[in-house]
C-alpha cells in the first residue's frame, strides 16, 4: 500500500504519493506520457530532453530502454496500488524521436501500459515521429498494436528553413509519411509546422500551409519559433550569425496559418492547435489543459497525480540505474497549492476555443475580462454565457489577456 508523505520536495525511493492525491485518481481523466529520448542527430533549436548515440556514451541505449520503462511502470503500479485509474483514456509516446525504437518495442509498452491498467475502449494512443524515421512497414505495425494517432514533425516544405532549423528530413517527406500513415489505418494524423525561422518568406509559409492541407491530415499544430538558451541556433542569434524571430512577422505567420486553415475546413480549438472536427482533437493535450492526472514514464518526464506534481532525472544512464535498484527515478515533486492550481487553470483553459469560466476569476479578474471584451480580446457572444474566448486578435495577445485577468 502506498504510504501517506508529509509535504516536501524530495521524492521518496518508493516513489510513494501523499494519501490526499490518491483520492479521486483519474475522476478529471487518466493518461501515460511516455519519453523516449533518442535522436538521430540534435536540431539546432531544440532543448528537450534528447541525447544521439554520440552524446550518450556507454552504458545505455535503444535496446534495453523498453525493458526500462517496463520497470518503471511497475513501480507506478505499485505507488498507485489500490487507487489505480478506472482506465487509461490516453497513450502519449514524445521524445526525442520514439519510432527510433523498434516498432516491436513501441507495441511492447503499449502492451505494458494495457495488463497494468487498461486501457479504455476508445482510448487514443499517439506517437511522435520524425518524417525519416518511419516505413509503410512501421508504421503498420504500430497501427496493429493499437495506435491510433501519429504526430509528424514536419516544420516547414522549404528546404532552406529546414537547414536553418537543422532538420535533417527533405522537402516533401513529411507530407509522403502522413500519406503513409493514412494508408495504414491511423485514425488520426499531424502535422507540425513552426513559422518565424530567420529567412522564412511569406510564401514558404504558405507552400507549407498548402502541403498540409494537401496531405489530407486532420490536425495541424503551428508554433511560433522559441530560442531557447543554450541551443546551436541561440548561439548562432548571439554571434549575429542570424536575425532573432520576429514578433510582428510571429503574428503574420498565425494570420495566415488561422485564414488559410479555416478555408480548408479546420477549427482552432487552442491557440496553437487546429482539427478537422471534434473528434480529430489531440485528447492527451486536452487532458494536460483541463487538469486531468498522468503518469509520464522515462528521463525527465512529468507527472501530475491529485494536485502532486513530480518529475524525473533527466539523464538516461541515471534514470535506468535507479531502476534497477529498486528506486524511483523521481528528482523533485512538488504540491500544488489551491492558488497555483488557479493560475494554471487560467494560464490554460483561456487558450482553449471552449473558454474560461467567468465564474472562476475573482472580483479584479472579472473586471479584466470586461476592459478585455471592450478592447475586441474576448468573443462578445461567449461572454454574455459566462465565458471568456478568444478572439483572433485575443489569440494573438493571449499571454496578455492572461496576466490581465491572474491577481
Given amino acids: ?40 542527430s ?13 552524446e550518450l556514451g556507454g552504458g545505455v541505449g535503444r535496446e534495453s530502454y523498453a525493458d526500462t ?13 489500490d487507487a489505480p485509474p478506472p482506465r487509461v483514456d490516453t497513450v502519449f509516446v514524445g521524445g ?8 516491436d518495442d513501441l507495441a511492447r509498452l503499449l502492451d ?52 536553418v532549423l537543422d532538420r535533417t528530413h527533405r522537402p516533401g517527406r513529411a507530407v509522403e509519411a502522413a500519406r503513409e500513415a493514412r494508408d495504414a489505418g491511423f485514425d488520426h494524423v499531424n502535422l507540425d509546422l513552426i513559422y518565424g525561422t530567420p529567412g522564412e518568406r511569406p510564401e514558404d509559409f504558405a507552400a507549407s500551409l498548402e502541403q498540409v492541407v494537401a496531405a489530407g491530415v486532420d490536425h495541424v499544430s503551428a508554433y511560433a519559433l522559441i530560442v531557447e538558451d543554450g541551443t546551436r541556433l541561440a548561439a548562432r542569434m548571439r554571434r549575429g550569425e542570424l536575425p532573432y524571430p520576429s514578433d510582428d512577422v510571429a503574428a503574420d505567420r498565425y494570420l495566415a496559418a488561422e485564414a488559410a486553415l479555416d ?18 482533437r489531440c485528447r492527451h493535450n486536452l487532458l494536460y489543459w483541463t487538469g486531468g492526472d498522468w503518469w509520464g514514464l522515462g528521463p525527465g518526464a512529468h507527472s501530475h497525480v491529485g494536485g502532486v506534481r513530480w518529475w524525473n532525472v533527466k539523464h538516461p544512464t541515471t534514470y535506468a ?22 493560475t494554471e487553470d487560467v494560464m490554460l483553459r483561456l487558450r482553449l476555443a471552449s473558454g474560461l469560466p467567468l465564474d472562476v476569476l475573482d472580483d479584479a479578474g472579472r473586471a479584466a475580462a470586461a476592459r478585455a471584451l471592450a ?3 474576448l468573443d462578445p457572444v461567449a461572454y454574455p454565457q459566462g465565458r471568456a474566448v478568444l478572439t483572433l486578435r485575443g489569440r494573438l495577445l493571449a499571454d496578455a489577456v492572461v496576466r490581465d485577468l491572474l491577481p
Fill in 42 to 54: 540534435r536540431c539546432g533549436y531544440c532543448d528537450f530532453n534528447t541525447y544521439t548515440a554520440a
Fill in 263 to 280: 478555408a480548408a475546413g479546420f477549427s482552432w480549438y487552442e491557440v496553437s492547435n487546429w482539427a478537422r472536427g471534434g473528434a480529430a
Fill in 112 to 163: 505494458g501500459i494495457d495488463r497494468t491498467w487498461g486501457l479504455a475502449a476508445d482510448v487514443e494512443v499517439t506517437t511522435e515521429a520524425n518524417p525519416e524515421s518511419v516505413t509503410p512497414g512501421s508504421l503498420k505495425t504500430l497501427r496493429a498494436a493499437g495506435y491510433t494517432r501519429i504526430s509528424l514533425g514536419m516544420q516547414s516544405a522549404a528546404a532552406g528553413v529546414l537547414a
Fill in 321 to 342: 540505474q535507479r531502476l534497477a535498484a529498486g528506486h524511483s527515478p523521481g528528482l523533485a515533486r512538488e504540491i500544488l497549492t489551491p492558488a497555483e492550481t488557479h
Fill in 375 to 377: 478592447d475586441g480580446l
Fill in 1 to 40: 500500500m502506498p504510504g501517506v508523505l508529509p509535504d516536501g520536495e524530495t521524492v521518496p525511493v518508493d516513489g510513494a504519493l501523499p494519501g490526499t492525491a490518491l483520492r479521486g485518481v483519474g475522476a478529471r481523466g487518466f493518461g501515460v506520457y511516455l519519453h523516449v529520448p533518442f535522436c538521430a
Fill in 96 to 103: 526525442g524521436t520514439p519510432t527510433l525504437l523498434p516498432a
Fill in 69 to 81: 520503462v517496463l520497470a518503471e511502470l511497475a513501480l507506478a503500479a505499485r505507488v498507485l496500488g
